[in-house]
Nanobody, 123 residues
Framework: QVQLAESGGGLVQPGDSLRLSCEVS????????MGWFRQVPGKEREFIGG????????LYADSVKGRFTIDRDSAKNTMYLQLNNLKLDDTAKYYC????????????????WGQGTPVTVSS
């Protein structure tokens, strides 16, 4: 089993920045790729981006390119999502995920989910 624990969500204003963290524990061989999704009520969970744990290769959704950055700290078993220049439409619950590879994550084929952390952007 793989356990994922997100943190760092909160209430911010438009234009602000926020960094989310996802601490990973459990079976390391499952940790091939990790990613972030977000979801608002009534809509499907949306892939934001992911990172290949082995070499740090990344994949981003077009909707967040240039504003959001994913990184990892292997020594801390933690993945990060840096959110910059936040907009009202970024309000959502953000989920950490783990899976076999980046392509499968982007397609929503996730092996493990975290519980999510809420981000609210409001003026």
């Amino acid at each position: 089993q793989v356990q994922l624990a997100e943190s760092g969500g909160g209430l911010v204003q438009p234009g602000d920045s926020l960094r989310l963290s996802c601490e990973v524990s459990g079976r390391t061989f499952s940790r091939h790729a990790m990613g972030w999704f977000r979801q608002v009520p009534g809509k499907e969970r949306e892939f934001i981006g992911g990172i290949r744990w082995r070499d740090g290769g990344k994949l981003y959704a077009d909707s967040v390119k240039g504003r959001f950055t994913i990184d990892r700290d292997s020594a801390k078993n933690t993945m990060y999502l840096q959110l910059n220049n936040l907009k009202l439409d970024d309000t959502a619950k953000y989920y950490c995920s783990a899976g076999v590879n980046l392509s499968m994550l982007a397609a929503g084929r996730v092996a493990y989910w975290g519980q999510g952390t809420p981000v609210t952007v409001s003026s």
